[in-house]
């Protein structure tokens, strides 16, 4: 296999430089990468319907031969139509093939086909509209038929032609990374097999056990990559610390934290008074729950045992928030706290690199300013990165790097089923604040549509007057031809009409870092009554005085995603509201959204964002630095996630002794699974 991704695409027979390039946007540039390319879905054909029997609307396999020549007009767009008919000899059914200049030359008289499609009734005569079509016998009219993903010029016939081409390719004996104990144990067929399998199966059975087979590898892969991260973090710590320093830290607070909190803060502790290790510790807790003083207790300790301690957020101004939260705490303590963005001046980054290098910083809070190769520090001792899935795996080790092996504390309020957070932070131990802190506002919501959009801007309004702050968020920047709200013409129509009295803003992810900070910084100092925003303030500052969050076309966001920006508002003393604003008329849609104006509880959220729309909601696009999944499905599979994380315990020494060379096909599949993501784990 390994000479095969030393092919590239364009040196295939029937490929080139041009369809070569239409290969790369499909992630495809060698032979070996079209290997393992595998189909979305497949065709069957096995199942042969009469045209008397195929049903309106149903997807169905039909045998017929021409009863008629092909027929050729010009439609309206000048689109060319072909007509033909065909008979099963019994029936008769019309075929349409809409722009296809060939189809007389590609169907022929006194031949057999089969034509798969959907079929329609049409006046009383059964049609086709643009099926697949082969002819009968020929190899091309196997049973399974592989459908791939595609790009604007290329077929997935063609792809389907050139994966033949690359199938004779292989050697008789193809290197299986699956050590043999494992496929026996787990009853996997060899890899050369499943390979022909997986992309021409004799039947569905055989389909589903050559991806069952492909599922525990990409999994096994997943699960030995992570591993080896997590491996390279148990070297013993240079980061030594020998007090606990909670009960001073806590006495700096003007508040209780709850048992949660404190049960995470041990956790942090005992990991970092542990000498065998560095610490490598997930906290993860739903908005509000007050992850940030158990990030604050734990840089403390390691503050007060002689070390520095880095905190890396996602967003300037909630680099300026942590800064202002932390400094208040330690004001009547020796602790240096300092802030480091890209917006300050050349002096000031100049002073506080200066500071921090000669360990007169003691916590440095900052964006993404802190990897920069100008950044040196004196003693790192911990390193925190908050919101975790704004930050890939290379970036927090960038700034591991900086320190001997410091410890590291990530924290995520996007909750996860406890399952799924084991797989996706499988390099990380894990410690949940799923309790709120007394006086933390429930926050009202409520599903609605157009007809009452009046109502809720009356409501707004009354909000307003009051002296309260609102959010109104849009899926987009600009209006789409889908019907989703476009965030700027959005506020110029509202500025104009139903909230004309008021002070409204727009913000959105295409503006400049200066503009957006500039625009939530009079949000945050109640300059502005009403922000419209797109997602970006889905992870950003408390507004204490914001009561208000009303979300337009609620049915395109994830559950998860709509608890998190449900999350902004009620974080004050005023009782705060979620307005979900949405037309959808599908049951399911409803169902979702209802659900969530049914619960505050994330981990409950998450739950049911799972069951009914899957992972992606959690990971987004590549969220959380994993490496994309080819094949594996997080939600569905975590059975055989479990057999690959069994596995896995099976043959980790092993896998990790370089030397031995039984696994030397099993470590280049990780490398390869984690290569965009930053990660060389040998």
């Known amino acids: 296999m390994a000479s095969l991704y030393e092919i590239p695409i364009e040196q295939i027979n029937g490929i080139g430089t041009k369809r070569g390039q239409l290969y790369r946007k499909l992630g495809i540039d060698t032979a070996g990468a079209l290997v393992r390319f595998y189909p979305r879905a497949y065709e069957d054909w096995s199942n042969i319907t009469s045209i008397q029997d195929a049903q309106n609307g149903e997807t169905v396999c039909i045998k017929a031969s021409l009863a008629s020549p092909v027929r050729q007009t010009i439609v309206s767009g000048g689109r060319i139509l072909s007509t033909v008919i065909v008979s099963d000899g019994y029936s008769e059914m019309k075929i349409a093939f809409f722009?296809?200049?060939?189809?007389?030359?590609?169907?022929?008289?006194?031949?057999?086909?089969l034509f798969y499609g959907k079929a329609a009734v049409n006046y009383n005569i059964?049609?086709?509209?643009?099926?697949?079509?082969?002819?009968?016998?020929?190899?091309?009219?196997?049973?399974?038929?592989?459908?791939?993903?595609?790009?604007?010029g290329l077929s997935t016939k063609h792809i389907e032609q050139s994966v033949r081409k690359v199938l004779d390719m292989l050697p008789e004996t193809v290197k299986d990374p699956i050590p043999e104990n494992v496929r026996r144990k787990y009853c996997l067929p060899p890899l050369k097999d499943v390979l022909f399998a997986i992309h021409f199966p004799k039947d569905m059975e055989e389909a589903e056990n050559a991806k069952r087979r492909l599922i525990f590898e990409e999994l096994l892969v997943l699960v030995l990559g992570l591993s080896s991260i997590k491996s390279l973090s148990l070297e013993r710590s240079e980061v030594v610390l020998e007090k606990n320093y909670t009960d001073e830290f806590l006495s700096?607070?003007?508040?209780?934290?709850?048992?949660?909190?404190?049960?995470?803060?041990?956790?942090?502790?005992?990991?970092?008074?542990?000498?065998?290790?560095?610490?490598?510790?997930?906290?993860?807790?739903?908005?509000?729950?007050?992850?940030t003083m158990v990030a604050g207790a734990a840089a403390y300790t390691c503050i007060k045992n002689g070390y520095q301690a880095a905190m890396m957020v996602p967003t300037e101004?909630?680099?300026?928030?942590?800064?202002?939260?932390?400094?208040?705490?330690?004001?009547?303590t020796d602790v240096k706290a300092e802030l480091l963005t890209g917006s300050m001046t050349a002096k000031q980054k100049r002073t506080v690199l200066a500071k921090l290098a000669d360990g007169e910083i003691d916590f440095i809070v900052g964006t993404h300013s802190l990897i920069s190769d100008t950044v040196v520090f004196n003693s790192l001792g911990l390193v925190i990165t908050d919101e975790q899935h704004r930050f890939g795996v290379r970036q927090r080790s960038t700034l591991l790097s900086k320190g001997k092996n410091p410890h590291l504390l990530v924290m995520s309020a996007t909750p996860i089923p406890r399952t799924l957070a084991l797989i996706i932070y499988g390099d990380l131990d894990i410690s949940i604040v799923n309790e709120m802190p007394p006086g933390r506002q429930k926050v009202?919501?409520?599903?609605?549509?157009?007809?009452?959009?009046?109502?809720?801007?009356?409501?707004?309004?009354?909000?307003i007057a009051?002296?309260?702050?609102?959010?109104?968020?849009c899926p987009a920047v600009e209006n789409s031809d889908t019907g989703l709200i476009g965030v700027e013409e959005y506020t110029e129509k509202i500025k104009s009409g139903a909230l004309r009295n008021c002070?409204?803003?727009?913000?959105?992810?295409?503006?400049?870092?200066?503009?957006?900070?500039?625009?939530?910084?009079k949000f945050v100092n109640g300059e502005i009554d009403v922000l419209v925003s797109t997602t970006v303030i889905e992870v950003g500052v408390s507004v204490s005085n914001a009561v208000i969050m009303m979300i337009e076309n609620a049915e395109r966001f994830g559950l998860s995603q709509l608890h998190q920006l449900r999350g902004r508002v009620g974080r004050g003393k005023y009782k705060s509201y979620c307005i979900l604003v949405s037309n959808a008329r599908g049951e399911e849609a409803k169902k979702r959204?209802?659900?969530?104006?049914?619960?505050?509880?994330?981990?409950?959220?998450?739950?049911?964002?799972?069951?009914?729309?899957?992972?992606?909601?959690?990971?987004?696009?590549?969220?959380?630095?994993?490496?994309?999944?080819?094949?594996?499905?997080?939600?569905?599979?975590?059975e055989v996630m479990h057999e690959a994380q069994e596995a896995s315990k099976m043959i980790m020494n092993d896998y990790l002794n370089p030397d031995c060379g039984d696994y030397r096909s099993l470590r280049a599949e990780v490398n390869m699974l984690f290569n965009n993501v930053g990660q060389k784990l040998n």
């Open 99 to 113: 722009n296809n200049r060939y189809i007389s030359s590609m169907l022929k008289t006194g031949k057999q086909y």
């Open 126 to 152: 059964p049609e086709m509209i643009n099926p697949t079509f082969a002819l009968y016998g020929a190899s091309e009219s196997v049973p399974i038929h592989p459908i791939y993903s595609q790009v604007a």
């Open 252 to 291: 700096l607070l003007p508040f209780t934290l709850t048992n949660a909190q404190k049960r995470a803060i041990d956790d942090c502790i005992n990991d970092m008074t542990n000498n065998d290790k560095a610490m490598n510790r997930l906290v993860q807790g739903d908005v509000g729950s007050g992850k």
């Open 317 to 332: 101004i909630l680099a300026q928030q942590h800064f202002q939260t932390f400094s208040e705490i330690f004001e009547n």
């Open 444 to 463: 009202d919501t409520f599903l609605i549509d157009d007809s009452v959009r009046e109502r809720a801007y009356g409501f707004l309004i009354k909000q």
């Open 466 to 473: 009051e002296g309260r702050q609102c959010y109104i968020v």
């Open 503 to 521: 002070r409204v803003e727009c913000l959105h992810g295409k503006m400049k870092a200066s503009a957006k900070d500039e625009i939530m910084n």
């Open 593 to 638: 959204l209802n659900a969530l104006c049914q619960t505050n509880d994330g981990f409950i959220i998450a739950d049911e964002d799972l069951k009914l729309r899957g992972p992606g909601d959690f990971f987004g696009s590549r969220q959380h630095g994993l490496p994309e999944l080819k094949i594996a499905d997080l939600a569905e599979n975590i």
